[in-house]
């Protein structure tokens, strides 16, 4: 009888295992996220775009546009000026955005990563990323459970929101975020990419520091 109970313990227990499904980790999550925006190989390193940014909270101001030569996390160019040697910023938060948002940052060996709990953004679930080593603070992005896209990133004080997703020589992206300040959830800017351009070579006139 004792045999027969053991066995009746190790079949159930054998089913169990098999019927349970544990959590993606962060190996499987990053390459799901790759292949949403057509690969590693397709990610914006070096790109020109024409956008808007309306930094205010009224997402109708009209405001002109701005062409911005992009190669994160360390250069960011309007005009001929770049901006994070010319301002004084070298840890100006804007490129550390633009290189979250291409996911350039996800593939930076010094990057750690953490799997976070999944939270739900606009209705739907959406899996969590920290990001540490390579940022500071922490950076907290989080992706559609569905499609794998990025829909926002939590760093510092605010919460970045993305949309309108397009497509351009084989990478798709997010043409539209929007900021919002933490704790009081108010809207503090409104960005869209009008025009995107990759880019082989940095374009003339243009130094790297």
């Not at 996220?33 to 309306?54: P, Q, S, W, Y």
């Not at 990001?131 to 829909?151: H, N, Q």
């Amino acid at each position: 009888m004792r045999i027969v109970c053991l066995v009746a313990l190790c079949w159930v227990s054998c089913l169990s295992d098999s019927g349970t499904t544990s959590e993606p980790d962060q190996t499987t999550v990053v390459k799901q996220i790759f292949t949403a925006v057509g690969g590693e190989d397709k990610l914006l390193r070096l790109f020109r775009t024409r956008e808007t940014v309306n930094v205010s909270s009224d997402p109708e101001k009209k405001v002109p546009d701005r062409v911005s030569v992009y190669e994160p996390p360390k250069y960011w160019w309007t005009g001929k000026n770049e901006r994070v040697k010319n301002e004084a910023k070298p840890d100006e938060p804007a490129t550390f955005l633009v290189w979250a948002w291409t996911l350039g940052i996800l593939t930076d060996p010094a990057s750690k990563l953490e799997v976070l709990p999944d939270v739900v953004e606009s209705n739907r679930p959406a899996n969590g990323l920290r990001v540490s080593g390579t940022v500071t603070p922490p950076m907290d992005l989080y992706f559609d459970k569905a499609e794998s896209r990025l829909v926002r990133i939590d760093w510092r004080s605010d919460i970045h929101r993305f949309s309108d997703w397009k497509e351009f020589d084989g990478v798709k992206y997010p043409a539209k975020c929007a900021g919002f300040k933490k704790g009081t959830g108010q809207p503090w800017y409104f960005s869209e990419i009008i025009e995107l351009e990759r880019l082989k070579d940095l374009p003339e006139g243009l130094k790297r520091r």
